[in-house]
């Protein structure tokens, strides 16, 4: 069992920075990969970003690459989300998910893999 607490999101201005915080419970962080999700009012949850249990590996989505970076610190069972360039369209709740996973660069990315998630953050961006 995992539990999930995200932290970090709040209101920014366009071209602003965030850094969002997924505290995991339990003993079993580093054998989960971890990933990030959001909704945005209207649409449906959409991929973020995933890293592989050991850190070793990360995946993008296409939307994010190059001004959002995933990152995880095992000793502190936490995962984290480091936004840059935020955009209005970049609103949406922040979903932090975990899956067991055995191969340690595994970096799944569709939310059916994941079974544990935690309660979502906000984040604003305005224009």
């Known amino acids: 069992q995992v539990q999930l607490v995200e932290s970090g999101g709040g209101l920014v201005q366009a071209g602003g920075s965030l850094r969002l915080s997924c505290a995991a419970s339990?003993?079993?962080?580093?054998?989960?990969?971890m990933g990030w999700f959001r909704q945005a009012p209207g649409k449906e949850r959409e991929f973020v970003a995933s890293?592989?249990?050991?850190?070793?590996?990360?995946y993008y989505a296409d939307s994010v690459k190059g001004h959002f970076t995933i990152s995880r610190d095992n000793a502190k069972n936490t995962v984290y989300l480091q936004m840059g360039s935020l955009k209005p369209e970049d609103t949406a709740v922040y979903y932090c998910?975990?899956?067991?996973?055995?191969?340690?660069?595994?970096?799944?990315?569709?939310?059916?893999?994941?079974?544990?998630w935690g309660q979502g953050t906000q984040v604003t961006v305005s224009s």
């Open positions: 998910a975990a899956k067991m996973v055995y191969g340690s660069s595994y970096t799944p990315s569709t939310e059916t893999e994941y079974r544990y």
């Open positions: 339990g003993r079993t962080f580093s054998s989960v990969a």
């Open positions: 890293i592989s249990k050991d850190g070793s590996k990360t």
